[in-house]
């Protein structure tokens, strides 16, 4: 089974950068497609970005096109999460997820399509 551990969360102040960190515990980390939910109080997780298993492959939510970049150093086992203009509205926690996919080029973009999940870290931006 996946471990995954988040870091790199804080507070912030609007305008600023951020970057999330998720490290994995097994050797099978390039086998999986990795992603970035986030989830704000009250409100249910929604997707971020994910990136496929070799990294060729990236897909973000509309929203945050632009502002947030997701990568992977499977050298490292380790996906990053780089965020920029960082807005009040993207304070929630961010949680990692890895997925056992099929297709190299995936990049799945909703909950049920992943398999193992960290902690989360909380990000907090201040206006």
């Known amino acids: 089974q996946e471990q995954l551990v988040e870091s790199g969360g804080g507070l912030v102040q609007a305008g600023g950068s951020l970057r999330l960190s998720c490290a994995a515990s097994?050797?099978?980390?390039?086998?999986?497609?990795m992603g970035w939910f986030r989830q704000a109080p009250g409100k249910e997780r929604e997707f971020a970005a994910a990136i496929s298993r070799s990294g060729s492959s990236t897909h973000y939510a509309d929203s945050l096109k632009g502002r947030f970049t997701i990568s992977r150093d499977n050298a490292k086992n380790t996906v990053y999460l780089q965020m920029n203009s960082l807005k009040p509205e993207d304070t929630a926690v961010y949680y990692c997820a890895a997925g056992n996919v099929l297709s190299s080029l995936a990049t799945p973009s909703t909950t049920g399509e992943y398999d193992y999940w960290g902690q989360g870290t909380q990000v907090t931006v201040s206006s």
């Open positions: 097994r050797g099978t980390f390039s086998r999986h497609a």
